[in-house]
């Protein structure tokens, strides 16, 4: 599985683009450094496809979702209007033709491990389907600027859609499949904030759990050891922590156990109510 050539975990906070942030653009520095350095590893990466699994796609009960349009289409505007001075009059608009093909592949794969994929679509094909920030926000820096634009496939791997953790896992190994049967060059963009019960003024409260949460995924992240998400208990990471990083990390996990990719976290920060976390991944031997 030498064509995978990029994979990264990213944050999809509209803190990170001071076009959308306003007077708070000041806020999430370190994470914007780091996207601007995953931004260079992927342009030189120059994948044929990006995959972002992302948590805020369109849900199916019991399954994991497919964007299967023609063309994706999004943009995003006032993100902050919280007070008139902080207000962000600027937004902006992605496009992005959808790699179809590799969709049915991924499908293919996870039918063959009996992994629950829907693809979701519109009646008329060229009617392209919405993407949503977890995906714009990423691919502002990760994609819009690739110099030969790339097709893109949009998976949502949220636990909201009542799948056991461990599905997520066999997913992750279904898209592994799906990449090891194509030529394509592949860039895999695992799209999630952390907890979001760090503050007791949002409208989440405050948790300990919180940090307490956090703190195992980013460790687990730096160590290689994502297996270990399977043994989070969802009362501690799910209901008490707000921590929406389980499931794409756990599809992560799946993609690349035992293949000598290491992750090098290039930051962490809270600069609000939520937790961010920027890795990017190298392979460390090949014959994936």
Not at 132 to 153: D, N, R
Not at 208 to 219: K, L, Q, R, T, Y
Not at 261 to 285: F, H, I, N
């Amino acid at each position: 599985m030498n064509n995978l050539v990029f994979v990264g975990v990213v944050p999809h906070s509209a803190l990170l683009i001071p076009l959308l942030s306003g007077s708070e653009s000041t806020k999430a520095l370190q994470s914007r450094a780091a996207m601007e350095t995953l931004g260079g590893l992927m342009e030189a990466a120059r994948p044929d496809t990006i995959v972002i699994l992302e948590t805020h796609s369109m849900l199916v009960d019991g399954a994991i979702t497919l964007l299967d349009s023609t063309e994706v289409h999004g943009g995003l505007g006032v993100m902050f209007p919280a007070a008139p001075e902080q207000i962000s009059r600027h937004g902006f608009t992605l496009s992005f033709d959808v790699d179809r093909e590799f969709n049915a592949g991924i499908v293919a794969a996870a039918a063959s491990s009996g992994v629950p994929v829907e693809r979701v679509g519109h009646y008329r094909d060229s009617t392209p389907l919405k993407i949503e920030w977890g995906s714009l926000i990423p691919l502002w820096f990760l994609g819009a600027t690739v110099t030969s634009a790339p097709k893109l496939v949009v998976g949502c791997t949220s636990w909201r859609s009542q799948l056991p953790p461990a599905v997520y896992v066999d997913f992750g190994r279904a898209l592994r499949a799906a990449i090891a049967g194509t030529e394509r060059r592949i860039a895999v963009i695992i799209s999630t904030d952390l907890a979001h019960a760090h503050a007791a003024d949002s409208h989440y409260g405050f948790d300990p759990a919180a940090a307490e949460s956090d703190a195992a995924m980013v460790d687990a992240v730096r160590a290689g050891a994502l297996d270990r998400l399977l043994g989070y208990d969802d009362n501690w990471v799910v209901d008490r922590a707000k921590n929406e990083g389980t499931r794409p990390l756990l599809a992560l996990h799946g993609l690349l156990e035992d293949t000598g990719w290491q992750a090098d976290v290039l930051s962490y920060e809270v600069p609000t109510y939520y937790g961010m976390m920027c890795a990017a991944y190298s392979s460390r031997k090949r014959g994936m």
